[in-house]
């Protein structure tokens, strides 16, 4: 039996960036369906793991819920991994850390909130396509940084996989599948297709979303 436990559906984001993590680090786990059609959320076991009724959370053998994925991420990092992954040189650690924050902060949270819920689960005829193209824009002068640094090295923080890779990662499927005009940013495109042959990538986050998707109205 695995000695991690994760709440949450496969078509989480954030889920899947955990799951992503954990392929990583060849970590075993088991995993249980948790959130939108699943329910569970709403329970009481549920909410005294996670007060706030969201998923991912993750319990590894009898240690306390961890409840955030970046905290969740940071871990899983610091328990099961090393350098280049995870450095624990505090100034190596911290230039990982500090892309991993940006990346969750500048595109993901962003992206999702802002560009892909709207296109995704509004209905055609409720969609502010101004609003969501303003928003694109701005993700996309985000991206634009990633894709500068990109072009001077294979990773966010250099030519080895880590954890900010996972933070800027894990919803750039969903950036790249969504049907919209995109900025031509060739270096983080060319990334992008590098975390497609990692396997961890391909079986966690190119994952369909189409449970998420509201096509009438």
Known sequence: MSQITIWGRKSSVNVQSV??????????YSRIDAGFTYGVVTTPAFLAMNPNGKVPVLIDRDGPAIFEAGAILRYLATQYAAGPFWPDVPAARAAVDKWAEWAKINFASHFISDVFWPLVR??????????????????????????????????????????????????LYRYYDID????????????????????????????????????TG
């Open 19 to 28: 799951l992503w993590c954990l392929e990583e680090l060849d970590l075993a």
């Open 122 to 171: 509004l209905a055609p005829s409720q969609r502010d396509y101004a609003a969501i193209n303003g928003a694109l824009a701005s993700v996309e002068k985000e991206l634009a940084i990633a894709d500068q640094v990109l072009a001077t090295h294979a990773y966010l923080v250099g030519d080895d996989f880590s954890l900010a890779d996972i933070q800027l990662g894990h919803c």
């Open 180 to 215: 919209v005009v995109r900025a031509d940013l060739p270096h983080l495109q060319a990334y992008y297709s590098r975390l497609q042959t990692r396997p961890g990538f391909s079986r966690h986050v190119m994952v369909s979303y189409d449970d998420l998707r509201v096509t």
